[in-house]
T-cell receptor, first 112, second 114 residues
Framework: GVTQSPTHLIKTRGQQVTLRCSSQ?????VSWYQQALGQGPQFIFQ???????GRGNFPPRFSGLQFPNDSSELNVNALELDDSALYLC?????????????FGQGTRLTVV | GDSVTQMEGPVTLSEEAFLTINCTYT??????LFWYVQYPGEGLQLLLK?????DKGSNKGFEATYRKETTSFHLEKGSVQVSDSAVYFC?????????????FGTGTRLTIIP
């Protein structure tokens, strides 16, 4: 399955954070979502074969990397209080509008 | 832009009751539609999907029909069980801009009481 680390994290405003995701083996597409409390997940960006393949309405201080070994990272610089949320990683075996996305359990980030 | 509106929760039903969770959408292109479920302490799981008008997605006794004329994808189940207690998300995927992002509704928390 898709695994994310760490499960919980507390950071101070202004700091930087790196969240990690291990995709299902063989999946070449990974997407990241931010889920604020009581809301649905919001699309941050998608990576396909290690290149960014689309981005939602998030500022450049949200960046990502995808590696050849089925792992990926979400980096957030200059943390703000509103960045507190559950961050979800989802991997897919291929691109396509009807392809199933497999989600990890998420990383709960708290910014204080 | 794309958006999904789903029934506000929480919803509480007795076991064996009939369930409907309403979902409507707005999309610039011709989206695929999904229902995802989040059980307590777990990640999101795909429950069912439909990719074109009049398609019916079904799984675990749940059904939803893609209605293009009413831009809806309502989730139904004839007889709910306690194990169906979870948060349900309606979502769409629209490749109108070259990326297959999912746009989610806000979720509906369902609690089934014995």
């Amino acid at each position: 399955g898709v695994t994310q680390s760490p499960t919980h994290l507390i950071k101070t405003r202004g700091q930087q954070v790196t969240l990690r995701c291990s995709s299902q083996s063989g999946h070449n597409t990974v997407s990241w979502y931010q889920q604020a409390l009581g809301q649905g997940p919001q699309f941050i960006f998608q990576y396909y074969r290690e290149e960014e393949n689309g981005r939602g309405n998030f500022p450049p201080r949200f960046s990502g990397l995808q590696f050849p070994n089925d792992s990926s990272e979400l980096n957030v610089n200059a943390l703000e209080l509103d960045d507190s949320a559950l961050y979800l990683c989802a991997s897919s075996p291929q691109r396509g509008r009807d392809t199933e996305a497999f989600f990890g359990q998420g990383t709960r980030l708290t910014v204080v | 832009g794309d958006s999904v509106t789903q029934m506000e929760g929480p919803v509480t039903l007795s076991e064996e009751a009939f369930l409907t969770i309403n979902c409507t959408y707005t999309a610039t292109g011709y989206p695929s539609l999904f229902w995802y479920v989040q059980y307590p302490g777990e990640g999101l799981q795909l429950l069912l999907k439909a990719t074109k008008a009049d398609d019916k997605g079904s799984n675990k006794g749940f059904e939803a029909t893609y209605r293009k004329e009413t831009t809806s994808f309502h989730l139904e189940k004839g007889s709910v069980q306690v194990s169906d207690s979870a948060v349900y998300f309606c979502a769409l995927s629209d490749d109108g801009f070259g990326n297959e992002k999912l746009t989610f509704g806000t979720g509906t928390r369902l609690t089934i009481i014995p």
